[in-house]
């Protein structure tokens, strides 16, 4: 829903009361063309481009939760395309270049913030190795900036780079069109502008199973009844697998928990996202003043949103060692997530065997990122029945043919508990 300057003063003028709903309160029908399971950040940027893009369609988001409630709103806002694999980069290079006009895209302020992602280095190896990905970077097109340890530290004053501590800092690589977005924002302005174009934005609605009839689809069980489509796509991060298991598909994938934390608010002290080389931490400032940080898996698998403590410490360790004055902060909360980790790193982004089903999972670290051009890629791959060039590496014939897109030191590192 779109407001002009003069309902925003009508409102304003009336103590902001009585607002119309944000998002309709939908029922679901009990058919569709295209069922999307999943409102998270994919699913709902999926279900907008199939209705901006394509031929008028009837298209549902079934949502067990409520929006935002998931995975979407569970991450640390890092946006990026600093990849050294080319079909990793060539998918989050084009999310970044939608980034910067998907708030007025949207006409809803997603507040991203090109603040730049400085991956470090602590070895002379690893920075021969990063020099090794900006180059890939560079020739692709993209921006990336090798620095030294002195660059680094007149770019992050508060960082410590003195010689004596336990990973001393020899350089790092900067992409500085990278940064952060909002993430419980970016479900909000793709449901509102789905539903702005007759998509049904279903919440609290579990889906059960998915049905089928013979070699195809024929719709979906939920906790709210069944509902028939031709197509149905799954867009679920941690269910994807027992979705899929309902049609007797087999996923190569592991669900693990993904912790972040964040601390109290500070004056700014940050205004990068600096990422750890060697032990997977990451932090970065929100627009509140909280540090926000971010660490690797739980080494066992899980469905549960809830972490422990082991995971919350190794963040705090890395947090302190890289810099001390972080160490008076108090650490405020904590959450996780359930993210799919696939075997060799990479998403899954395909057609299946069974006609009418698609599958959008095995993001590991790295879903929140892609989200704007998933939305495209996955709409057509629905719509037109056809692999993207875009999805083609990331289909799940990869995993027979021996085509896998490993980004091996470079971000996820599933292969470490399989």
């Known amino acids: ?18 607002w119309p709903r944000a998002l309709p309160d939908v029922a679901p029908k009990h058919e569709y063309d295209v069922v999307i399971v999943g409102g998270g950040g994919h699913g709902l940027a999926t279900a ?42 060539a998918l989050t290079e084009r999310a970044l270049t939608l980034w ?13 913030s090109p603040r730049g992602v400085l991956n470090l280095a602590h070895s002379t190896a690893q920075l021969d190795d990063l020099a090794r990905r900006g180059n890939a970077m560079a020739v692709a097109g993209v921006d990336a900036e090798l620095l030294d340890a002195a660059a680094v530290q007149t770019l992050v004053p508060t960082l410590d780079t003195t010689t004596v501590t336990r990973f001393p800092v020899t350089g790092g ?85 993904l912790q972040a934390a964040v601390t109290e608010p500070v004056k ?20 509140k003043g909280e540090l926000v940080l971010g660490g690797d898996i739980d080494g066992y698998n899980t469905y549960a949103r809830r972490g422990d403590l082991p995971t919350i410490e190794a963040m705090a360790r890395c947090c302190v060692s890289l810099f001390p004055a972080f160490g008076q902060l108090r650490l405020m909360r904590t ?32 879903g929140f990122k892609a989200t704007p051009a998933v939305g495209e890629t996955f709409a057509r791959m629905i719509a037109a029945d056809e692999t993207p060039a875009l999805a083609g590496p990331f289909s799940l014939e990869r995993f027979h043919t021996g085509r896998v897109v490993a980004e091996e030191g470079h971000g996820p590192r599933p292969w470490r508990y399989h």
């Open 1 to 18: 829903m779109r407001y002009s300057a003069l309902t925003l003063l009508y409102h304003a003028f009336r103590g902001h009361r009585r």
């Open 268 to 287: 700014p002290v940050l205004n990068t996202v600096v990422t750890h080389g060697t032990l997977n931490f990451y932090v970065s400032q929100s627009d």
């Open 173 to 257: 690589l900067l992409q500085r069109r990278a940064g952060t977005a909002r993430h419980d924002a970016l479900a909000w302005g793709y449901a509102r502008a789905a539903a702005e174009r007759g998509v049904d934005v279903i919440q609290h609605c579990p889906v059960q199973t998915v049905l089928r009839d013979g070699g195809r689809v024929t719709g979906v069980d939920t906790a709210r009844g069944s509902i028939r489509a031709a197509k149905v796509a799954l867009a679920t991060c941690g269910g994807t697998s027992d979705l899929a298991a309902s049609v007797a598909l087999r996923l190569p994938l592991e669900n693990h928990l």
């Open 100 to 112: 910067p006009r998907l708030s007025h895209e949207l006409n809803f302020n997603v507040m991203f």
């Open 48 to 89: 907008y481009h199939l209705a901006r893009d394509y031929a008028p369609q009837r298209i549902a988001v079934v949502e067990k939760g409520w929006l935002g409630g998931g995975n979407v709103a569970r991450n640390t806002t890092i946006v990026r395309s600093n990849y050294f694999h080319p079909a990793r980069r």
């Open 335 to 366: 959450w996780g997530g359930v993210v799919d980790m696939s075997m060799d790193g990479s998403p899954i982004l395909s057609r299946t065997g069974l006609d009418g089903l698609y599958v959008n999972a095995g993001w590991c670290y790295g």
